[in-house]
């Protein structure tokens, strides 16, 4: 990430956390924003010229967004009126700030991110439905339906809001990368961190409070726990927080052996 997109990043995280009326249908309209300017190079290119007179480009967004809401187009204002390293990475910006407008006006903490998690998992673990999902060649409204589907009717509307544009626009993403991303952003907004423990059979309350306390210890904040059961570790528990990997699985202490055993 480049100098100038963090600066642009934290401007528009901090234009987000003093705006008024965010809500559910302001992250909404952002994201259909970003599709919108995502689909147009030329509009893309317009916006993200960083040569382009700051007053020009608000006048832009007003003529080509004029349906958005105040609060809505405030935002936007601040997120295309900064300087980005690229296009692309402004896109990535409107879409941060849409899903963390989306995930502020939930009242059920740590739901949204269950919810897209399993969607995640669900998707992935199908090859066919994955290649349905990510396929270029897809509607826009069958790909809708098979998130509503997939989601199904508990879901709240801030997942399907978040998942249904995650597949509208994925910038050339996997469909985990997508989730995972998501989810991180969510959590996030709300001060927390994403870890993902996996175990040979479903923890009980008192022991997934007891890893959720050792994580906020090591990593100096709460995170939210998703839990995968996979059999085959046996037993122990594997943790897995952005890019770092505890494994304490059975299954790796017996892999171990058998290395030091081959040698």
Known sequence: MGSATRSALTSARTALAEAKGVDLAVGEQLLAAARTIGSSPQLLSALANPSAD???TRALVATVFAELGATARGLLDVVVSSRWSSGDDML???EEVGIRAIA????APGVIEAQLFEFGRAVTS???LELAIGSKRGSAAGKLSLVTSLLGAAALPQ???????LVQQPRGR??????????????DTAGKGVATVTVARPLTAAQLAAVTASIARRYGRDHVINQVVEPALIGGVRVQVGDEVIDGSIASRLADVRLQLAG
Request: net charge neutral.
């Open 174 to 187: 996997r469909i985990g990368e997508l989730v995972r991303s998501a989810v991180t952003t969510v959590a």
């Open 92 to 94: 990535a910006g409107i």
């Open 54 to 56: 700051a007053a020009g």
């Open 126 to 128: 199908d090859a066919e």
């Open 104 to 107: 502020a006006s939930a009242k």
């Open 159 to 165: 997942t399907v809001a978040i998942a249904g544009h």
